[in-house]
């Protein structure tokens, strides 16, 4: 039997834990608001540009916009999803969700500080 390197049994994984898009939500940070899909749509692309991510693809109808964050001496940056969904007739739940690109073992807790700061920017904006 092939032994398989550690890097790949730790991508295949980190995909396999990622393949359910409900175990994704859950981890992401999140806040229902009282506006339009159209309306949070382009403040979370502004805010994103504000928090100087470069927006990799937008997605209307399904209601996601990805992004990425830099990157540094210790960090190949960081992957910023942003999620919409209508709860209710009135209410519009956007979550956020910063993950490490590439192998890194610890995140020295970037990931929560993008995912806490970029809802507080969000709900600012939109107020």
Not at 18 to 45: G, L
Not at 89 to 94: F, H, S, T
Request: glycine share 6%.
């Amino acid at each position: 039997m092939q032994k398989l390197s550690p890097i790949f049994e730790l991508s295949t994984l980190l995909g396999q834990q990622y393949k359910n898009c409900e175990a994704i939500e859950k981890k992401m940070k999140s806040k229902n608001f009282n506006v339009t899909k159209n309306r949070a749509f382009e403040v979370c692309k502004k805010t994103l540009k504000d928090f100087e991510c470069a927006i990799i693809s937008t997605d209307f109808s399904s209601g996601t916009i990805n992004a990425k964050k830099g990157g540094g001496l210790l960090s190949f940056g960081h992957e910023i999803t942003v999620n919409f969904r209508n709860d209710n007739k009135e209410n519009l739940k956007i979550s956020v969700s910063s993950n490490s690109v590439g192998v890194q073992i610890i995140d020295w807790g970037t990931n929560t500080e993008n995912e806490n700061e970029l809802i507080e920017l969000i709900s600012n904006s939109l107020r």
